[in-house]
């Protein structure tokens, strides 16, 4: 009956609420550790808790995927690289797509080096967006990536902090065509 449906959808509800409270208490206490870098591992479990809200969040209409291989846990990476380029991905790329979102992200090895890709089929960028967004990364006067809801913010404070931390040894590099979809590659060198 209508009773034990509605309890039914209650029950469901409280257990989404529970579950976003321990991702959100995770997710507090890894930013509040004080180190700079941490693992590839815990980086990674940092943005399965982040996933996890937005997969209740948005339900059916936008797909996470991750792929990694726990044999990089190890390595040494700055913190909070991930998360912004998949928050990046869903306010950029897909805030128009109410249906068959996805993004991907992907951890992989080459040689000395660990390569961070994030991909989404949103709406992309025009070729003067994406030339506008790469300026701004690398200019201190210009403060936004690209109107659209100043998106280059997130992409921006990676940018820099790679640089402070990793000199000419890292690489951010962005792809996108409009109507297609954005892909982010952080290329970051091994460190254990």
Do not use: W
Request: glycine share 8%; aromatic share 10%.
């Amino acid at each position: 009956g209508f009773y034990k449906d509605n309890e039914e959808y209650k029950e469901m509800t409280t257990q989404q609420i529970s579950d976003i409270v321990k991702a959100l208490a995770q997710i507090l206490r890894f930013s509040l550790r004080g180190e700079q870098t941490v693992s590839a591992g815990e980086e990674v479990a940092a943005l399965q808790n982040y996933l996890l809200i937005q997969r209740i969040r948005f339900e059916d209409y936008i797909k996470f995927e991750i792929e990694f291989d726990e044999n990089l846990s190890h390595y040494s990476i700055l913190k909070f690289i991930l998360q912004p380029l998949v928050e990046n991905a869903i306010s950029h790329g897909l805030s128009n797509r109410l249906q068959d979102g996805h993004v991907l992200v992907q951890v992989e090895e080459h040689e000395k080096d660990l390569i961070f890709i994030v991909s989404d089929n949103g709406i992309g960028m025009t070729e003067q967006e994406l030339e506008q967004l790469e300026k701004s990364l690398c200019d201190d006067e210009e403060e936004y990536g690209y109107s659209k809801g100043g998106s280059g913010i997130g992409l921006k404070n990676i940018y820099r902090r790679l640089c402070y931390y990793y000199g000419d040894e890292a690489s951010l590099n962005i792809e996108s065509s409009y109507g297609v979809g954005t892909t982010v590659t952080l290329l970051i060198p091994k460190r254990e």
